[in-house]
Structures are given as C-alpha cells and as structure tokens.
T-cell receptor
C-alpha cells in the first residue's frame, strides 16, 4: 500500500489562474481532508469529503472547492489564484468504522503538493 | 473556537538530555489531542494521541485539562528525534473531526 498519494508534486501558476490538485486515499479509507500549510505555519483545515459530499469546511473562501469520486479519491480546485495561495497542500485520509459510524481519529497524510503562485 | 499554541518555534537540546515540547489548547468541550511529527523529507505522521495513553519512541504526553496543556516529553533525547513537531486537536463525536494544528516546534538534538 503506497499510502496517501498526491499529484502533482510541484506546481507553478500565475495570479488569476485556476488549479486542480489530486489525492488518492490510503487503501480502505473513505474520507479525505484537505489542508493548506503556508511557510512556517501548521496545516490549516480546508474541508473534508465523505460519501462524495463536503461534510465540514474551514475558513476558506468559495474559491476553494472540492470533489470526491466514487473510488474515494478527491480533487481540490482553487479558482482566481492569489499570491497568498502559495503553500503546501496536504491531503489526509481516514475511515468510518462500520457498525459504529464513528470516524477513526487517526488521519494519514500524503506528501503534499507545493503550489507557487507568481 | 479551537486553537492550539506551541510557544517555542525552535528547541535545541543535547543528546541524552530531557526534552519537553509545550502545547496549550483552547476548546469548549472535550477535545482529542495529538502530536504529529515530520522528519526531514518525510510526510507528516501521527506520533501519539492522548486517548491511547501510550509511549511511542520514548515520548509521552499527558493531557492536563486544568491547564489546558498537552506537553510532549522524553527523558533522554536522541539525535534521530530531530524533527518538526506539531500539536493538534479535534472535537469528539459529532462531525467535528477536523484537525487544528499549532505552528510547530523544530526540535534539534545535538550530538
């Protein structure tokens, strides 16, 4: 199991452009969360997807949107890029324990996508 | 609002010395607390969580609800402990499983 995978590794865009980042969760996981990590900061929660729906959202504008596919993989889309969107974008996966309905409290992180906006 | 504070950005100790990485939190309710670690060129990974009450790689952390703290401790630091450490919390139950992270503490263990 390769664990959580993300693509691309690095990305350079210019202001005003749009970007799509991709994430494949760890095998057996059905929940994907996205985080933004600016330089010198801890990861900041963007949103979480489960059963192809956005379940929880952090304090990010509507320019940030996402999608989850039937195979549990996920995309993060950012429109109208700003210089301040330059950051490492992390994907984390977890799963719902069947029978209990509870989500595990351990999130497994991918290596991240480094986005630079010029 | 939930918040995690790690007051030390950098911490440097010598091999064999005790180490304590501080973490304070703010949360209305009973949170779950975690320590995540990121070694050089590796991804962020869970080190330990308070609910497990376990010791991982010699590290322990005790949740002090009175002081709203979750400090990470190790009695004898090793060079391989050098890494970035993040304290994080999430809500219990319901749908609040998002992790709120501190800004991290870079631990350097010198030979």
């Amino acid at each position: 199991d390769a664990g959580v995978t993300q693509s691309p590794t690095h990305l350079i865009k210019t202001r005003g452009q749009q970007v799509t980042l991709r994430c494949s969760p760890k095998s057996g996981h059905d929940t994907v969360s996205w985080y933004q990590q600016a330089l010198g900061q801890g990861p900041q929660f963007i949103f979480q997807y489960y059963e192809e729906e956005e379940r929880q959202r952090g304090n990010f504008p509507d320019r940030f949107s996402g999608h989850q596919f039937p195979n549990y993989s996920s995309e993060l889309n950012v429109n109208a890029l700003l210089l301040g969107d330059s950051a490492l974008y992390l994907c984390a996966s977890s799963f719902i324990m069947r029978g209990t309905g509870r989500r595990t409290d351990t999130q497994y992180f991918g290596p991240g996508t480094r986005l630079t906006v010029l | 609002a939930q918040r995690v504070t790690q007051p030390e950005k950098l911490l440097s100790v010598f091999k064999g010395a005790p180490v304590e990485l501080k973490c304070n939190y703010s949360y209305s309710g009973s949170p779950e607390l975690f320590w995540y670690v990121q070694y050089s060129r590796q991804r962020l990974q869970l080190l330990l969580r308070h609910i497990s009450r376990e010791s991982i790689k010699g590290f322990t952390a005790d949740l002090n609800k009175g002081e709203t703290s979750f400090h990470l401790k190790k009695p004898f630091a090793q060079e391989e402990d050098s890494a970035m450490y993040y304290c994080a919390l999430s809500g219990r139950g319901g749908s609040n499983y998002k992790l709120t992270f501190g800004k991290g503490t870079l631990l350097t263990v010198n030979p």
